[in-house]
């Protein structure tokens, strides 16, 4: 399984949107709707931002929304804060061989 | 709370072997699936592997297929990984992590356990 792919490094200023694609292949994102968005913070444990293309977990800022159309998914951070500044990793269920494919990974800043 | 930690990482030469383990707490680990992900400093994540809630089930990386093995001690709340023939490329920062059990996610994390193979 090859990762999916993101684009490395998104940036935009305070209050603004970005959004973070996540394109993948038949096996993965373009079958299942069950691609999942992880923030990550230097030094810390990636932590859960959505589930299943668009559901966020209870506690996550609704900020955080995802979408999916045909091989790629995608995550949009609205109300951009300094607190976002962080990398954010892609998951997609891929069958039961081989279950789990991350995406490559895109750090984004905070002008 | 939930959480878990990982512990067991350290320096092994090429070739050799070590055993990880991933202590859980706060939630019913013997009805949750467990995975383990890895990650090279500065590099992104890796699915390594899974496990059912019973052991009955695994699942692994191609890249260490045939070499890591997963387990769990429903008991012990304890997640394992023993890892064999150890390469280079194996060197990395080892989570664990539970899969939701209502959905595809995976919403518990530790904070690692380091692994570094080098002669």
């Known amino acids: 399984q090859s990762a999916l792919t993101q684009p490395a490094s998104v940036s935009g200023s305070p209050g603004q949107s970005i959004t973070i694609s996540c394109t993948g292949t038949?096996?993965?994102?373009?079958?299942?709707?069950?691609v999942s968005w992880y923030q990550q913070h230097p030094g810390k444990a990636p932590k859960l931002l959505i589930y299943e293309g668009r559901k966020r977990p209870s506690g996550v800022s609704n900020r955080f929304s995802g979408s999916k159309s045909g091989y790629t998914a995608s995550l949009t951070i609205s109300g951009l804060q300094a607190e976002d500044e962080a990398d954010y990793y892609c998951?997609?269920?891929?069958?039961?061989?081989?279950?789990?494919?991350f995406g490559s990974g895109t750090k984004v800043a905070v002008l | 709370e939930m959480q878990v930690v990982e512990s067991g990482g350290g320096l092994v030469q090429p070739g050799g072997s070590l055993r990880l383990s991933c202590a859980a707490s706060?939630?019913?680990?013997?009805?949750?699936?467990m995975n383990w992900v890895r990650q090279v400093p500065g590099k992104g994540l890796v699915w390594v592997s899974r496990?059912?809630?019973?052991?009955?089930?695994?699942r692994y990386a191609d890249s260490v297929k045939g070499r890591f093995t997963v387990s769990r001690d429903n008991a012990k709340n304890t997640l394992y990984l023993q890892m064999n023939n150890l390469r280079a490329e194996d060197t990395a920062l080892y989570y664990c992590?539970?899969?939701?059990?209502?959905?595809?996610?995976?919403?518990?994390w530790g904070q690692g356990t380091t692994v570094t193979v080098s002669s």
């Open positions: 038949s096996s993965d994102v373009g079958t299942y709707d069950l």
């Open positions: 992590a539970r899969d939701n059990l209502d959905y595809y996610g995976m919403d518990v």
């Open positions: 496990i059912n809630n019973d052991g009955s089930s695994t």
């Open positions: 998951c997609s269920y891929a069958g039961s061989s081989s279950p789990y494919v």
């Open positions: 706060g939630f019913t680990f013997s009805t949750s699936w």
